[in-house]
């Protein structure tokens, strides 16, 4: 699980670079697709996170307003102040903690009962979804995107036959 967290982390700071070289109208630009636009899409993906990671432990959760937000030093700023609950909880992850069960309540009132793993996998997957759409995006304005690679990445570092 550790991982993939790491993984998606480390392709969104080079989101965030890519960003660098990408005059600010076409970062706020409303496009196809997404949640809209490619700032929004980051800022998104970071509060999704931290919210589900919030939900799942019962600690308070709010939705950030993406309108107080609309620059990217302002959602990498965001991102870092979240960051720093969503690793503690990700470093800390133990087995037993796979099948622990939390009730989410749904805009129409039904509640559904996750498990703590499949809501973190879900979020690993949501980060992943939306990286394919900002890459799309960047081809259209001519950029290449961001790689989504995940090999040779220094991530995992010792596998069995690999030593």
């Known amino acids: 699980m550790e991982t993939l967290f790491r993984y998606n ?10 960003c660098e070289d990408v005059p600010e109208q076409e970062l706020l630009k409303v496009r196809t697709g997404g949640v809209g636009s490619i ?26 307003d993406f309108n107080l937000y609309q620059s990217l030093a302002q959602v990498r700023a965001l991102d870092a ?15 037993e903690l796979e099948r622990k069960m939390f009730d989410d309540l749904l805009p129409d ?21 939306h990286m394919g759409q900002l890459s799309v995006w960047a081809r259209e304005i001519g950029k290449a995107p961001v790689s989504a690679n995940l090999i040779e990445k220094g991530l995992v570092f010792s596998l069995p036959g690999r030593e």
């Open 9 to 18: 982390w480390m392709v969104r700071e080079q989101w965030y670079r890519w």
């Open 39 to 64: 700032l929004k899409t980051l800022f998104h993906v970071a509060d999704v996170e931290w919210s589900w990671i919030q939900s799942i432990q019962g600690k308070p959760d709010f939705l950030e």
């Open 81 to 95: 102040r979240f960051r720093h609950d969503v690793e503690g909880f990700v470093l800390d992850w133990r087995e």
């Open 109 to 129: 009132g039904r509640v559904r009962s996750l498990a703590w793993g499949e809501v973190l996998r879900h979020v690993i997957a949501h980060e992943i979804h």
